[in-house]
């Protein structure tokens, strides 16, 4: 098996992983999100503390390198929070289409602030990403879940920005165990309070099933570190949208959610911007060779 094969083989995983996290986070029924997050991270600082430990590479944090760490952290937690109230309020395949949209904010923002060009048809591309984010949205006073739609659309914004910080953080050599790990204490940090003075009790189902949504994010999290270890981004990426199909499937079986027209047309133009900028991603990499 060459090396593309087996990190297409990871992201289809990973993809699996996040799909299956979704379900549980809404098997775990009418918990806060807040609450939700915190075992989520919970569960992925204990697996991140493992891997740097087993990697034995001495950290250090550069000048420059704590706001980088600070920003992923908080955007990353803005991200959770939003996906997991979009995964609670919403059908899930729409929940996971707007999360979605994380990597074309990651081109946004890296344009923004990491000065890097876009080309004109990339730009296109986000464009046509943002119209099919509509469709899912449907923004109208009729639509009585346009308030979770933005949240769920905040929660990719969110995850674009926190995408970001990390491209910048590798840029500085931080590694990626460790990214994961200061986000998961940081986020788990920053929910305690909220833990501490209005908890809401839960069964032990509910406890067991939000564990198994951590273990499922940090099987997600590894796999998806190992894809881009195996082959480049621009070869294996689109692959990702595979979630939205897992998601599906799983929301269709379990919950018994049919997404409607709408939100159908608003998955293919968003997986067909994702196929676009996959193509214009191996075009310019074939003229950089």
Not at 29 to 56: H, Q, T
Not at 241 to 251: E, L
Not at 268 to 285: C, D, P, Q, S, T
Request: with cysteine.
């Amino acid at each position: 098996m060459d090396r593309k094969t087996k990190g297409i083989l990871c992201i289809l995983t990973s993809a699996f992983c996040f799909a299956l996290m979704n379900m549980f986070v809404r098997l775990s029924g009418d918990i806060p999100s807040i609450e939700k997050s915190f075992f989520r991270n919970l569960v992925a600082s204990f697996a991140a503390l493992m891997l740097v430990m087993k990697n034995r590479k001495s950290i250090t944090i550069g000048k420059g390198d704590l706001p980088l760490l600070l920003l992923r952290s908080a955007a990353g937690t803005v991200g959770i929070l939003c996906n997991f109230y979009a995964v609670d309020h919403l059908i899930l395949s729409d929940a996971t289409m707007l999360n979605k949209m994380s990597p074309f904010f990651t081109l946004v923002f890296s344009m923004l602030f990491l000065k890097e060009k876009l080309p004109l048809k990339t730009v296109l591309i986000v464009i046509g990403a943002f119209i099919g984010s509509l469709f899912v949205i449907k923004p109208s006073f009729q639509n009585a879940d346009l308030a979770s739609s933005l949240i769920g659309f905040l929660g990719g914004l969110g995850a674009g920005a926190a995408y970001t910080s990390v491209r910048a953080l590798g840029k500085r050599g931080i590694s990626g165990p460790f990214v994961v790990l200061f986000f998961s204490v940081f986020s788990c940090l920053v929910t305690l309070p909220y833990l501490i003075f209005d908890f809401h009790p839960m069964t032990l189902e509910q406890l067991a099933i939000l564990l198994l949504a951590g273990a499922a994010a940090a099987g997600g999290q590894f796999a998806i570190t190992a894809a881009y270890k195996y082959a480049p981004a621009r070869d294996i990426s689109v692959y990702d949208y595979s979630q939205v199909i897992f998601t599906a499937v799983i929301g269709w079986v379990i919950f018994s959610q049919i997404p409607d027209v709408l939100s159908f047309i608003g998955y293919g133009i968003i997986i067909l911007m994702a196929l676009f900028m996959f193509i214009e991603g191996k075009k310019e990499n074939g003229h950089a060779a």
